[in-house]
């Protein structure tokens, strides 16, 4: 069985309300349908996929483990040069990088945990990619 796709990433934050703030204002994700756990969280859903899974970690469920970390996780996307007008307007710091050989432009950003995430395009979409520190 070949894997196809990203599913979903699950992040583990303090502060729930504000995470899911977060990913709705520059991800434009939005809550949904969750499984009634016995521990806070949301899902975060793209059309009627639940990409991102939040647990809020004052109250963690018991498999937690402080150690644990998560370096990224991508999402693809469409429309380069409208999404880094996006952050740019919502001051959210951002770098690019575009992979060498096949082309697919990178817009890497830090959520309000610090988890670090990117976002990929085709090779062919046009934009000034030029890394934006914030003010």
């Known amino acids: 069985m070949p894997l196809q796709r990203l599913d979903h ?17 520059v991800l434009g994700l939005h809550p949904g ?14 059309g009627d996929a639940a990409v991102v899974h939040l647990i809020g970690v004052k109250d963690a469920p018991p498999d937690y ?13 469409t429309d380069l040069a409208g999404f880094l007008a996006h952050l740019r307007a919502e001051n959210v710091p951002y770098w690019c990088r575009v992979l060498p050989t096949i082309g697919v432009q990178q817009v890497n950003i ?8 990117h976002i990929d395009f085709a090779a062919d979409e046009k934009a000034d990619l030029t890394d934006f520190p914030g003010h």
Do not use: K, M
């Open 9 to 25: 990433v699950n992040i583990r934050t303090e502060n729930l309300d504000r995470t899911v703030e977060f990913y709705g204002r």
């Open 33 to 46: 349908d969750r499984p009634a756990f016995p521990f806070p969280g949301a899902w975060l859903y793209a």
């Open 65 to 77: 483990r402080e150690d644990q970390r998560l370096e990224h996780f991508a999402l693809s996307a």
């Open 110 to 117: 830090l959520d309000c945990d610090g988890n670090h995430l």
